[in-house]
Each structure stands twice: as structure tokens, then as C-alpha cells.
């Protein structure tokens, strides 16, 4: 379950928006009649000059379910949610209005309700927003509505402007990732896809601190992105590719077959701007965990110890 809170000024737009769509079905009106368009506008208004200084009085919420629920769903199921959801998030004793729209697969409804109260008083909107995903997490677990999981159930054709934008850079950029073993390979497979890779460093420092992604002039950080496009999560991406694919060249060594040509790999940090390729041949004919499991301090403390032994 997903909820979406808007904000405006006119009832007027958004009372016809909601039921003039086409395959609009009103569910429940509190406080306002639901025979006809005018009317109900004319209800919310009347309420509304109890508090004429609320600039911004119409609430408009959009609660929407997987497919996956729509068996779970009825019209007086939907009336039941989006009471408790209003509940949950404080606006009460109040005019609203439901409506369902079939217009999609996803089912979902329409809720308007007035932000001038029934005793003329304001309905806060602070951290509404932080609000509103705690509440639709806890009824979605609570009901036992489905979860999605990552992007995979995002209807895309519908997104705009930026939403558009990162969701189009998280499937480039995890496309590009399943296969490069090293940040060259994997800027070469995004540039021929139009995005460009922006390296951030620490002020007066060599030191790797972040990534963004540009195309057409959109710049994204990487965690904005998606958390899986951080640096460090790229980064530890491209090292599993690298050490896989020296394992099986490794292991068709093993069985005499010569591997085939392939381009220099150096490490998995091959083609990053101001790092130092150091450990190459470890890299390369190392066990893949060596480097990982052995703490570099812990070699200079044995390395002293053992040079004191040798002295007379």
C-alpha cells in the first residue's frame, strides 16, 4: 500500500478531477453530497469560509494497492482503509469524499478532505509526508498487502520529470554493472548509453568519497539513484565481477584451456581517476578472499617482529 498527500487551493479543480474521471466510482462522502459534482463543491467551500485565512485548504490523498491485492479489495474494504489511514495521520473530524478510479491495474482511491476542520480550525501538514510512509508500512504488514521490492512494480510509463529520469539511470547503470569487472569497463558500457560518471574526492585528497551520474544535463548523486549505485556499493559490485571472473580463468588454467584474450584488467579499480593499481599480481593470481580476510596492520606488526628476530 502506497499513499501519495497533495496540497492545494481551488476545490473546485480537484472535486472534477476526482469525479469526472473517466471510470470514476464515489465510494463515501462525509459532510459533503455525492449525487453531483457542483454540489459537493459548493459543501467543501461552505465549510472552508469558517477559516478563510487557510490559503491552502484541500487535501488530496491517493492510496494505491498492488494487483497483487485485489482480492483482497472491495469498495467497503477501501472505505474501511482510508479511514484508518486518516486516523492514523490526524485528519479527523472533518469533510472528505472517496473516490475509486479503475483507470489503471493498480487499484486505488482518491480521498479529498477539507483542511478547515468541522469547529473552523486547521489540520496541520507538518510531517505528513514522514508520516505517511510509516503509516502505509505499518498497514501494509498489519493487512498482509503485498510488498514490492526495489523498482520492479514501478509503473514507469507514468513517471515524469526526475522520477523519470533516476529510474531510467538505476536500470542503465544495474545493466551496465552485471557484467563490468572494473570502473572502466563499467564507464565505457554507460557513455555509449549517454551517462557520464562524475567522481567526488575529499578537499585536497585522493580519497574516493562519492559518485554522481549525468544525462541530458540531469545529474544524480548515486545514492540518490538508488542505494545499490552508491560508490561503495558500485565498488564492491565491480571487486565479486573481477575475482569471479579470475577464478574461472583460474580455473580453466587449472585444466590446461587457455583462457580467452581479453583486455588488461589490472584490479577492479582499473580506469578510476587517482588510484594507485598497487597489489596487480595479487589481484590477478591470488585467492579472492586474501586480501580481504588478512589485516594490513597485522602484516606490519609480524614483518617487525620477525626483522627484530634477526638481529645480533
Known amino acids: 500500500m502506497i499513499g501519495k498527500i497533495m496540497i492545494g487551493s481551488s476545490f473546485g479543480g480537484a472535486v472534477r478531477y476526482v469525479m469526472q474521471k473517466e471510470q ?3 465510494l463515501h462522502g462525509e459532510g459533503v453530497r455525492t449525487h453531483d459534482v ?10 472552508r469560509q469558517m477559516n478563510p485565512e487557510l490559503g491552502k485548504a484541500v487535501g488530496h490523498l491517493v492510496l ?14 477501501m472505505v474501511e482503509r482510508a479511514a484508518e489511514y486518516m486516523a492514523k495521520m490526524k485528519i479527523q473530524n472533518t469533510q472528505y469524499l472517496i473516490v475509486e478510479h479503475r483507470d489503471t491495474n493498480q487499484p486505488h482511491i482518491h480521498i479529498l478532505y477539507n483542511r478547515v476542520d468541522n469547529a473552523g480550525k486547521s489540520i496541520s501538514d507538518r510531517f505528513q509526508k514522514r508520516i505517511n510512509q510509516k503509516v502505509c508500512k505499518e498497514m501494509t504488514m498489519k493487512h498482509g498487502y503485498y510488498m514490492g521490492k526495489g ?9 515524469k520529470g526526475i522520477d523519470k529520469a533516476r529510474y531510467e539511470l538505476a536500470g542503465q ?11 572502466k569497463q563499467l564507464e565505457g558500457a554507460l557513455s555509449s548509453k549517454g551517462i557520464g560518471i562524475i567522481y567526488k574526492y575529499k578537499s585536497g585528497t585522493n580519497q574516493m568519497q562519492g559518485i554522481s551520474f549525468e544525462k ?17 556499493a558500485l565498488d564492491r559490485t565491480l571487486r565479486e565481477n573481477f575475482q569471479h571472473q579470475m577464478a574461472v580463468r583460474r580455473r580453466m588454467l587449472d585444466q590446461g584451456i ?43 606488526k609480524q614483518k617487525r617482529k620477525k626483522s627484530r628476530g634477526l638481529h645480533l
Open 151 to 159: 523498482k520492479t512494480l514501478v509503473n514507469r510509463a507514468r513517471l
Open 216 to 232: 541530458d544535463g540531469t545529474v544524480l548523486k548515486g545514492s540518490k539513484v538508488d542505494r545499490s549505485m552508491s560508490f561503495p
Open 64 to 77: 494505491s494497492w498492488s494487483s497483487f491485492d485485489k482480492d483482497k479489495l472491495s469498495q467497503k474494504i
Open 38 to 47: 457542483k454540489s459537493a463543491i459548493h459543501d467543501f467551500n461552505a465549510q
Open 258 to 300: 587457455l583462457p580467452p584474450a581479453q583486455e588488461k584488467m589490472l584490479t577492479h579499480r582499473y580506469g578510476l581517476p587517482h588510484c594507485r593499481e598497487e597489489n596487480l599480481l595479487k589481484d590477478l593470481m591470488d585467492p579472492v578472499t586474501q586480501h580481504d580476510t588478512i589485516n594490513p596492520n597485522l602484516r606490519r
Open 173 to 183: 547503470i544495474k545493466m551496465a554493472s552485471r557484467s563490468a569487472v572494473n570502473w
Open 24 to 26: 470514476a466510482i464515489v
